[in-house]
């Protein structure tokens, strides 16, 4: 299994400034994913980060938007740039178990982001 | 990834075995069936998942159609704290791609 810790859990930012989530992750993975739930929604796929190289968006999400890091294998981060309401979402990250092996994904707790 | 289809919402009471099924009727050979569930303001906890044969852990039971099209996850005993939304997945290996799920409200 892996522990995920996201970090802040939750805050409130001003429109038009940027927030910077953590993900750390108590085992080395290859594969982390960042997610976006909506109020009252399901999960969305942001994108997939592997370490050492560029993030991979969904249709519907950019890099100047949600640029993520990937600097080693138990670390990212997620930052939502010049925010405004409608980024008013939990974010969560996740990473899924052995690679090329048909495992659980596991889940942090999130970062519930309030943008007023 | 295949599409999945569930009920939006279901009721069963407290006590009994709550079955929820899971149309998958596009699935490929080499995709499996992973069910997880999210409870209120929490990440998505994984809970079983299976190819083609019948799988039981100790949280639930994953019935799987011989056809591979359909399944079933089987919570034996449902108590209030089984109260979620339970997504059903199809997926080779990587990322998972969330449905709406259904929402599982246990009666007392």
């Known amino acids: 299994s892996a522990v995920i810790s996201q970090k802040p859990s939750r805050d409130i930012c001003q429109r038009g400034t940027s927030l910077t989530i953590q993900c750390q992750v108590d085992?080395?993975?290859?594969?982390m994913f960042w997610y976006r739930q909506q109020p009252g929604q399901s999960l969305t796929l942001i994108a997939t980060?592997?370490?050492?190289?560029?993030?991979?968006?969904e249709s519907g999400f950019v890099i100047d938007k949600f640029p993520i890091s990937r600097p080693n294998l138990t670390f990212s981060t997620l930052t939502v740039s010049n925010m405004s309401p409608e980024d008013s979402s939990i974010y969560l990250c996740?990473?899924?178990?052995?690679?090329?092996?048909?495992?659980?994904?596991?889940f942090g707790q999130g970062t519930r982001l309030t943008v007023v | 990834d295949a599409k999945t289809t569930q009920p939006p919402s279901m009721d069963c009471a407290e006590g009994r075995a709550a079955n929820l099924p899971c149309n998958h009727s596009?699935?490929?050979?080499?995709?499996?069936v992973y069910w997880y569930r999210q409870i209120h303001s929490q990440g998505p906890q994984y809970i079983i998942h299976?190819?083609?044969n019948n799988e039981t852990n100790e949280m639930a039971s994953l019935i799987i159609t011989e056809d591979r099209k359909s399944s079933t996850l089987i919570l034996p005993h449902a108590t209030l704290r089984d109260t979620a939304v339970y997504y059903c997945?199809?997926?080779?290996?990587?990322?998972?791609?969330f449905g709406k799920g259904t929402r599982l409200h246990i009666l007392p």
């Open positions: 996740s990473v899924k178990g052995l690679d090329g092996e048909p495992t659980e994904a596991f």
């Open positions: 085992s080395q993975v290859t594969m």
């Open positions: 980060a592997n370490q050492g190289s560029e993030a991979t968006y």
């Open positions: 596009t699935i490929s050979g080499n995709e499996y």
């Open positions: 299976g190819l083609k």
């Open positions: 997945i199809v997926r080779p290996y990587d990322q998972i791609i």
